[in-house]
C-alpha cells in the first residue's frame, strides 16, 4: 500500500517467487518422511528402550505427565516382538510410496492446470488408504501406520495453494510495476503481457487466467477458485478464511 518498491526490485521479487516448484517439493518431502519412518522403526527393531522413550514423549501432558493409560502403554511396547516393528514398517513404506505416486502424477497436472481434478482424485485415494491401512482393522501389524502417518492430503492442498499464492504475488509484482508508470492499476490483467509478464498466470486449480479486480480503495485483488474449484468472486467466508485463495494474502 505504501509503494515503496521500484521497478528494479520488483522484477527481482518476480524471479524469486516464480522459481520453487512447490509440488517437486512436495515430493521430495514425502520420499523424506518414508525414509525417516523406516529409518525409525530400524531404531526401534534394534533398541526397545528408544521406543519406549519415544513414545513416552509422545504421550507427555502439557505439565511434563504421562497418564497412567500411556505408561502401561510403554510398558508393553518394550516387549513388541520384532515382526510386528517391520510389519508396521512395511505398511508404512508402502502407504508413503503409494502418496508418492500419486504426487508424482499431480506434477505432471501442475502446468497444465488441472488439478481441480487432481486434488479430489488424491484426496479419495488419501483416504482410501488411510480406512483400508489404519483405520478399518487396526493389528499390531499397522497400528503405527494410524499414529504415524500425517494428515497427507492437507499437505497436498497447501502445495496447491502456495502455487496459486506464488503466481498471485509474482503478478502482483506486475500489477505495480504497471502502476509506476501511469499510476493506476490496469482495467485488466491483460494489459501486463508481454512488458510485464510473458503471459498471464493461471489459476493452477482450473487452468484459466487468474482473477483480478480493481478495488474502490485504488488498490486490488487477485484470487484462485481454490481448492473447491468454484470462484466466489474473490471474497471470504465470515470466519475470514478464504473460500478462495486471495491476494493480498
Given at each position: 500500500?505504501?509503494?515503496?518498491?521500484?521497478d528494479?526490485?520488483?522484477?527481482?521479487?518476480?524471479?524469486?517467487?516464480?522459481?520453487?516448484?512447490?509440488?517437486?517439493?512436495?515430493?521430495?518431502?514425502?520420499?523424506?518422511?518414508?525414509?525417516?519412518?523406516?529409518?525409525?522403526?530400524?531404531?526401534w527393531?534394534a533398541?526397545?528402550?528408544?521406543?519406549?522413550?519415544?513414545?513416552?514423549?509422545?504421550?507427555?501432558?502439557?505439565?511434563?505427565?504421562?497418564?497412567?493409560?500411556?505408561?502401561?502403554?510403554?510398558?508393553?511396547?518394550?516387549?513388541?516382538?520384532?515382526?510386528?516393528?517391520?510389519?508396521?514398517?512395511?505398511?508404512?513404506?508402502?502407504?508413503?510410496?503409494?502418496?508418492?505416486?500419486?504426487n508424482?502424477?499431480?506434477?505432471?497436472?501442475?502446468?497444465?492446470?488441472?488439478?481441480?481434478?487432481?486434488?479430489?482424485?488424491?484426496?479419495?485415494?488419501?483416504?482410501?488408504?488411510?480406512?483400508?491401512?489404519?483405520?478399518?482393522?487396526?493389528?499390531?501389524?499397522?497400528?503405527?501406520?494410524k499414529?504415524?502417518?500425517?494428515?497427507?492430503?492437507?499437505?497436498?492442498?497447501?502445495?496447491?495453494?502456495?502455487?496459486?499464492?506464488?503466481?498471485?504475488?509474482?503478478?502482483?509484482?506486475?500489477?505495480?510495476?504497471?502502476?509506476?508508470?501511469?499510476?493506476?492499476?490496469?482495467?485488466s490483467?491483460?494489459?501486463?503481457?508481454?512488458?510485464?509478464?510473458?503471459?498471464?498466470?493461471?489459476?493452477?486449480?482450473?487452468?484459466?487466467?487468474?482473477?483480478?479486480?480493481?478495488?474502490?480503495?485504488?488498490?486490488?485483488?487477485?484470487?484462485?477458485?481454490?481448492?473447491?474449484?468454484?470462484?466466489?468472486?474473490?471474497?471470504?467466508?465470515?470466519?475470514?478464511?478464504?473460500v478462495?485463495?486471495?491476494?493480498?494474502?
Amino acid at each position: 500500500e505504501t509503494h515503496r518498491w521500484t521497478d528494479a526490485q520488483l522484477q527481482e521479487f518476480q524471479r524469486r517467487i516464480a522459481a520453487p516448484d512447490y509440488f517437486a517439493g512436495m515430493v521430495l518431502a514425502l520420499e523424506g518422511e518414508r525414509n525417516n519412518c523406516i529409518s525409525l522403526m530400524d531404531r526401534w527393531a534394534a533398541n526397545r528402550g528408544q521406543l519406549g522413550a519415544e513414545m513416552n514423549h509422545l504421550g507427555q501432558t502439557e505439565g511434563g505427565g504421562v497418564p497412567a493409560r500411556m505408561t502401561a502403554q510403554m510398558m508393553l511396547v518394550r516387549l513388541l516382538p520384532t515382526g510386528w516393528i517391520r510389519q508396521n514398517q512395511t505398511a508404512l513404506a508402502e502407504f508413503h510410496q503409494r502418496m508418492i505416486e500419486l504426487n508424482r502424477q499431480l506434477v505432471s497436472q501442475a502446468p497444465s492446470g488441472s488439478l481441480g481434478n487432481g486434488l479430489k482424485d488424491f484426496e479419495t485415494a488419501n483416504q482410501e488408504l488411510l480406512i483400508k491401512q489404519a483405520i478399518r482393522q487396526v493389528t499390531p501389524y499397522n497400528v503405527f501406520v494410524k499414529m504415524l502417518v500425517p494428515a497427507l492430503g492437507k499437505a497436498v492442498q497447501k502445495s496447491a495453494q502456495a502455487t496459486a499464492t506464488a503466481r498471485c504475488a509474482v503478478t502482483g509484482c506486475a500489477l505495480e510495476r504497471f502502476r509506476l508508470k501511469p499510476g493506476a492499476y490496469p482495467e485488466s490483467l491483460t494489459a501486463l503481457a508481454p512488458e510485464f509478464l510473458p503471459s498471464i498466470p493461471t489459476d493452477p486449480i482450473d487452468g484459466q487466467p487468474l482473477r483480478y479486480k480493481r478495488a474502490a480503495d485504488g488498490l486490488f485483488r487477485l484470487w484462485s477458485v481454490g481448492a473447491d474449484g468454484k470462484d466466489n468472486g474473490g471474497e471470504r467466508s465470515s470466519k475470514d478464511e478464504a473460500v478462495d485463495w486471495t491476494w493480498p494474502y
